[in-house]
């Protein structure tokens, strides 16, 4: 009986890494959004929603929903992300 639940959340990863735009994550989990927000700041979005995934492990749709969402929360209110240092240490000018 556990075997169609194994292949639905294989499905569900498969289709979470294959997803790469703002508005794939939002239409995909079926969270309702302004595209006009988005489309002006959909790099932040996507910096806010790897945050959210951070510090949020998902496993379920539901729970990859709610952080879709969350993310977006976040980006309507305005929330602005601070710059982490550079990891490449390959210069100085980042």
Known sequence: MSEPS????????????????????????GVPYQPSLVQVKRVLYLRLLSQVFEKQPCETFSEYKAAVAKAYCLLEKGVVLAHAAPQCQSCSGC
């Open 6 to 29: 194994l292949q639905m959340d294989t499905d569900l990863l498969q289709d979470v890494a294959e997803l790469s735009s703002a508005e794939g994550f939002l239409d995909y989990f």
